[in-house]
């Protein structure tokens, strides 16, 4: 394949994350809102994490289904049940919405049932996309443009998660999820076409079995690699406790709006866009991971640590203070992808696929936790714990041996 061909195989990776990243952000801080119109607040942190229980069975089963039926035809499987799973939401909130059907009704209680599986297929197939997407991602990069490709790579990911909160802002009116919903599974369309008429002809490595024990040795016998998985790890704990708890929290306990919170996070999440390009190419060429990777740690930790004790709800101090937890959360998260890529071949799906376990663990025993710590205490203990947390973190960063 010429340099030309790769470039355009890149471009449409891209813009499939792009796309899939819009759809994917549209629903994710909304999701715990929309389930509690159908359960009880206090078991949404217990289903989050049978979703990523699930997940992270499939993560070790997967490659032999990419033996089986190939990447494409994964990755073609993934996307359309994950669209309609979003579609299958936005009917539920509709339908119960428009017969304002009581709690205690029979008809109320299998729409619960189908939320919670909508819920479910969704949480297990984006985590599941991202995977393929990798794949896709680490075939087409050079080793020594790893920080580079990746940093476009997020990018374009949290550009599109960037924008998503506002313009959800606008949608929801009412408490209308199913605008949200069914927005977001007619943005997923156009990714379905371009996996069909153009990821179709990727061809296919010799994938690796990915048992969880075999992938948990080998990272685990990886000092570096070992080091980077605890700060992923560390950094999908921070993101299950801020997706799930910080949009209840400003809006029931701060009392902000569904449009002020969307603003909010937008702005916030520019830090993403700014910031990641510029670090990976820097991480490629001059300093290396570990003391960017070191840096994002403590700002994420102390600026986290800080939100607990803003008592007002004072638009402009929530949105610079979620701000500069989101500056240090884009370096840790651009560093964490540079150096692991840089580590590992496409072959390595087993490696892969245990690095991307550290998503769906967070979300098992991130919210279980928080689960167990609100009958103790307040939301905003939360932050205090989280920012120790990411604190910890530097004793991983700093063990890493640069790739420069």
């Not at 470039?7 to 629903?27: C, H, K, N």
């Not at 494409?72 to 059907?101: G, H, P, Q, R």
């Not at 203070?321 to 580590?343: C, D, H, P, S």
């Not at 496409?346 to 009958?375: H, K, M, Q, T, W």
């Amino acid at each position: 394949m010429t340099l030309k061909e790769k470039r355009g195989m890149l471009f449409f990776i891209y813009l499939t994350a792009f796309l899939t990243a819009i759809g994917y952000a549209f629903i994710i801080y909304i999701n715990s809102s929309f389930l509690q119109k159908f359960i009880g607040s206090e078991y949404i942190g217990t289903l989050y994490g049978i979703g990523s229980l699930i997940t992270l069975f499939i993560l070790t089963q997967i490659s032999h289904v990419l033996k089986k039926i190939g990447h494409f035809k994964t990755m073609l499987t993934i996307i359309t049940i994950e669209t309609t799973a979003i579609f299958c939401s936005a009917v539920l909130d509709k339908y119960s919405s428009f017969y304002n059907l009581s709690e205690n009704s029979l008809e109320y209680f299998y729409l619960s049932i189908f939320a919670i599986i909508s819920f479910l297929v969704f949480s297990i197939t984006a985590v599941l996309l991202r995977f393929s997407l990798d794949l896709y991602l680490e075939k087409y990069s050079q080793n020594k443009e790893t920080g580079k490709a990746r940093g476009i790579f997020l990018t374009t990911i949290n550009l599109a998660i960037a924008i998503s909160p506002y313009i959800v802002g606008k949608i929801l009116t009412n408490g209308d999820f199913w605008r949200v919903y069914i927005t977001s599974s007619l943005i997923f369309i156009p990714a379905i076409l371009i996996t069909i008429f153009k990821l179709r002809k990727v061809e296919d490595v010799e994938y690796r079995d990915a048992k969880f024990m075999t992938g948990l040795k080998k990272i685990w016998r990886n000092k570096n690699i070992h080091s980077i998985f605890m700060t992923n790890f560390l950094l999908e704990f921070f993101y299950s406790w801020m997706t799930i708890y910080t949009p209840i929290y400003l809006y029931k306990v701060m009392g902000f709006s569904w449009e002020n919170i969307g603003t909010m996070f937008s702005i916030m999440l520019t830090s993403f866009i700014i910031l990641q390009l510029p670090l990976g190419k820097i991480a490629d060429k001059y300093l290396g991971e570990k003391e960017i990777l070191t840096a994002g740690l403590i700002i994420t930790g102390l600026s986290t640590i800080y939100l607990a004790y803003i008592d007002k709800p004072v638009f402009w101090v929530w949105t610079i203070a979620l701000f500069v937890t989101r500056i240090g959360a884009a370096a840790i998260e651009v560093m964490n992808e540079t150096y692991f890529f840089k580590k590992v071949s496409p072959e390595d799906s087993d490696v892969i696929g245990f690095f991307r376990n550290a998503a769906p663990l967070a979300y098992i025993i991130g919210p279980l936790f928080a689960s167990l710590l609100l009958y103790f205490m307040g939301f905003e203990y939360l932050f205090i714990i989280l920012g120790f947390i990411m604190l910890f973190g530097v004793k991983y960063s700093l063990s890493i041996k640069d790739t420069l």
